[in-house]
């Protein structure tokens, strides 16, 4: 990111705007319309300002003489637009003094730039390429003000009004945040942005006990709590709605080594992450740490998420965490995610049920499949069964063993597809007697094995020469 948005307090002394034409123009008008106050430099000698509200022409200060030498004193920016070489001139000097400066349309001698803006009152939203695409930007302005209520203004608003008497009856930070959120997500931010303020101000005086409406304790402290959460296999787009909502709500997040950071970068900016999973090479803090730090930060008060691979409920140890919460006495709740099985039978077109031929799924952690003794392979022998194998890289000898041993057909189709949903996905389809050689062609994990006829309905089975798919030795194997 080389632009930083920032918001400029238009109150605190003038722009400098140096230029003439339509380019300028336009300028002024949005300047003007924003509040500011604007000493204008024109280029070709024409200052005429008609077409704005008089009360904005009348913060315009119509400047005369050479613009390279206006006192430069209490300016907040300088915005060259339409100026011609004077444009690069005056980018030097303001650089000089260390002042603001926008070239239009001159990125190397701009020192900020402008976004496209959603303006809703209070509530300004500014969208910005880093100043390559004005176009792509305003595509996204288009679907913030479709998505963005019309009156979110006037909730900012709003909530102006009564901060600082609420400041003053909840001292306590992450509570009185606690606070906003309830008042912003429940039915008194539905009043205000049903146009009912009103109500909606009566409805916030009738709060008696703000500590308690936050969910605090009666010590004044908010209460903590820690939502396991599901973040699916790895494309951030597979979030479910509250999952995004808990990752925006956090304080902390403990997160596992299969969390991708395009995933991570979808949490509140100020929420602390720690990775408590395994690193490349070296082993995690160990279940009992990771419990232990939960509890203790949920104890403090704080909102707790614990973000993990695909779904917490899936060879996840979810199960084990919960049951430390309870045990604990720490409030809880699991928000699920698209488990990898699914994700790699989406992404495949893998379909892992299918009318008379697939009417059973498993789902099997290889975790300890080289030790035959701990897998029952004779369960698996239903032809109709679809084995989805999780954790089962270097254990595929093992499972290709387990099963032809157990009288699966060694000419099942099976599909070994990594990283799946993520930029560099791979998949890798034949049949279950080449399975460790199909493994072998893959480029490392984590990696997800599904074995069935149902995979020779898979996209890469279908079509062997399409991009994704790494390898297949299908025509081998015919
Ligand atoms: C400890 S398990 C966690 C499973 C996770 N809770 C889930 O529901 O997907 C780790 C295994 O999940 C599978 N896995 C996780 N993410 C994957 C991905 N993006 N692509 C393929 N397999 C994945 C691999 O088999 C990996 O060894």
Redesign the pocket.
């Known amino acids: 990111m080389r632009f930083l948005p920032v918001f400029l307090d238009l109150q605190a002394g003038p722009v400098l705007l140096i230029g003439a034409g339509e380019l300028a123009r336009a300028k002024l008008r949005l300047l003007a319309a924003a509040g500011a106050r604007i000493r204008w430099y024109t280029t070709d000698g024409n200052h005429d300002v008609s077409g704005l509200e008089p009360a904005d022409a009348a913060r315009i200060e119509l400047a005369q003489g050479d613009p390279l030498a206006a006192d430069l004193s209490g300016v907040i920016a300088i915005l060259c637009a339409g100026a011609g070489d004077i444009g690069t001139a005056m980018s030097a000097r303001a650089k000089a003094v260390g002042l603001p400066v926008n070239v239009m349309d001159d990125l190397s001698h701009s020192t900020f730039i402008f976004p496209a803006i959603v303006d809703r009152g209070d509530v300004v939203v500014a969208i910005g390429t880093g100043g390559a695409s004005p176009v792509v930007a305003r595509r996204v302005r288009e679907r913030i003000e479709a998505v963005l209520p019309a009156r979110v203004g006037d909730l900012a608003s709003f909530i102006g009004r009564w901060r600082k008497l609420i400041h003053n009856r909840i001292p306590e930070f992450t509570l009185r945040r606690r606070f906003w959120e309830r008042v912003v997500d429940g039915p008194i931010g539905a009043l205000v942005l049903a146009g009912r303020k009103d109500e909606a101000e009566a409805a916030l005086k009738d709060i008696s006990d703000p500590t308690a409406f936050a969910g605090g304790l009666a010590s004044g402290r908010a209460e903590g709590k820690v939502t396991l959460v599901?973040a699916g296999?790895?494309d951030p787009d597979l979030l479910t709605i509250r999952a995004l909502r808990a990752l925006q709500d956090a304080d902390v997040i403990f997160y596992d080594e299969?969390v991708s950071p395009e995933i991570l970068d979808r949490a509140r900016r100020d929420a602390s992450r720690v990775p408590v999973g395994r690193r490349v090479g070296k082993p995690g803090i160990g279940q009992h740490a990771i419990n232990k730090l939960m509890v203790e930060a949920a104890r403090s008060g704080q909102r707790v998420v614990r973000l993990?691979?695909?779904?917490?409920f899936?060879?996840?140890r979810g199960g084990e965490e919960v049951e430390a919460l309870r045990e604990a006495g720490v409030a809880y709740s699991v928000v699920p995610?698209i488990?990898?099985?699914l994700?790699?039978a989406a992404q495949f077109e893998v379909p892992l049920t299918f009318r008379h031929e697939a009417l059973r799924i498993t789902f099997l952690?290889a975790h300890k499949a080289k030790d035959a003794q701990t897998v029952d392979w004779s369960t698996l022998t239903d032809e109709k069964m679809t084995v989805v194998v999780?954790?089962?890289?270097t254990a595929a000898p093992s499972v290709r063993a387990g099963l032809l041993a157990a009288g699966r057909s060694p000419q099942t189709p099976v599909g070994v597809?990594?990283?799946?949903?993520?930029p560099d996905v791979q998949a890798a389809v034949g049949t279950l007697d080449e399975l460790p050689a199909l493994v072998e062609q893959i480029d490392g994990?984590?990696?997800?094995l599904i074995i069935g006829d149902v995979v020779a309905h898979s996209a890469p089975w279908r079509q062997p020469n399409l991009n994704h798919v790494i390898t297949q030795l299908l025509e081998a194997a015919e």
């Open positions: 599901g296999p790895g299969l993990k691979g695909g779904d917490p899936v060879f996840g995610g488990t990898a099985g994700g790699a952690t999780y954790m089962g890289m597809f990594a990283r799946v949903t993520r994990g984590p990696a997800i």
